[in-house]
C-alpha cells in the first residue's frame, strides 16, 4: 500500500524562482495538509484541505505561498518568487477522516534551499 | 487557542535505560485528542500513538508507555530499556477536533533523544 509520495525530495533554487512542491495522498483519504519544518519554528501547518477544498490557509505566510487540490489524488504548493527563509523540510500529509479522528501519514517531505 | 509545550530540548540516555518524554498541552475544549510521533534521523514523521479526551487510561505497546493525565494536561511518553533505534526526535500533539475547520494538528517543538551505546 503505497503511502503519501512527495516529489521533489530535493530542491535547489536561486533567490526569486518558482518552486513547485507535489503531493499525491494516500489513496481514500478525504484530507491532505501541508507542514513545513524548520530548526526555528519546528513543525507549522500551512493549509490544509477537505475532499480537495480548502478549509484553513491561515498558516500560509505570505501571498507568494499558493497551494491547489484540482483533484483527490495531487496537490501542489507553490512558492513565486522564492527566498532564503523559505528553506526548509516541506511535508504534506493525509488522514482518512480528519487530523482528530485519524492519524496523519506523512511523505517523507522536500527539503528546500532557496540560495 | 491550542497549544503543546515539550520543555526538554534534547535528552541523552545510555542504551537500556528507561527514558520520559514529557508533553504538556492547553486547549478550551473538553473534547480533543493527543498524538505522538517519531521522525527518525531519516527524516520522516511515523504516528505513535492516539489518544482521545475522555480516555485517561494509561496505554503500554512493547517497550513504550504513555501517561495521559487530565488534570495536570500531561501527555507523557515513557521508552523503557531504550535501544540505540529508538534516537529520533519525538513529537507531542493535538487536535481539538469535532468541529468543522479544526481538524487540524498542532505539533510542540519536539524533544531530541540520543541513546548512547
Known amino acids: 500500500d503505497a503511502g503519501v509520495i512527495q516529489s521533489p525530495r530535493h530542491e535547489v533554487t536561486e533567490m526569486g524562482q518558482e518552486v513547485t512542491l507535489r503531493c499525491k495522498p494516500i489513496s481514500g483519504h478525504d484530507y491532505l495538509f501541508w507542514y513545513r519544518q524548520t530548526m526555528m519554528r519546528g513543525l507549522e501547518l500551512l493549509i490544509y484541505?477537505?475532499?480537495?477544498?480548502?478549509?484553513?490557509d491561515s498558516g500560509m505566510p505570505e501571498d507568494r505561498f499558493s497551494a491547489k487540490m484540482p483533484n483527490a489524488s495531487f496537490s501542489t504548493l507553490k512558492i513565486q518568487p522564492s527566498e532564503p527563509r523559505d528553506s526548509a523540510v516541506y511535508f504534506c500529509?493525509?488522514?482518512?477522516?480528519?487530523?482528530?479522528?485519524?492519524?496523519?501519514?506523512f511523505g517523507n517531505g522536500t527539503r528546500l534551499t532557496v540560495t | 487557542a491550542q497549544k503543546v509545550t515539550q520543555a526538554q530540548t534534547e535528552i541523552s540516555v545510555v542504551e537500556k535505560e528507561d527514558v520520559t518524554l514529557d508533553c504538556v498541552y492547553e486547549?478550551?475544549?473538553?473534547?480533543?485528542?493527543l498524538f505522538w510521533y517519531k521522525q527518525p534521523p531519516s527524516g520522516e514523521l511515523v504516528f505513535l500513538i492516539r489518544?482521545?479526551?475522555?480516555?485517561?487510561q494509561n496505554e503500554i505497546s512493547g517497550r513504550y508507555s504513555w501517561n495521559f493525565q487530565k488534570s495536570t494536561s500531561s501527555f507523557n511518553f515513557t521508552i523503557t530499556a531504550s535501544q540505540v533505534v529508538d534516537s529520533a526526535v519525538y513529537f507531542c500533539?493535538?487536535?481539538?477536533?469535532?468541529?468543522?475547520?479544526?481538524?487540524?494538528?498542532?505539533f510542540g517543538t519536539g524533544t531530541r533523544l540520543t541513546i548512547i551505546p
Open positions: 500529509a493525509s488522514s482518512l477522516r480528519g487530523a482528530y479522528n485519524s492519524p496523519l501519514h
Open positions: 500533539a493535538l487536535s481539538e477536533g469535532l468541529a468543522f475547520g479544526n481538524e487540524k494538528l498542532t
Open positions: 489518544r482521545n479526551s475522555f480516555d485517561e
Open positions: 486547549t478550551r475544549d473538553t473534547t480533543y485528542y
Open positions: 484541505f477537505n475532499n480537495n477544498v480548502p478549509i484553513d
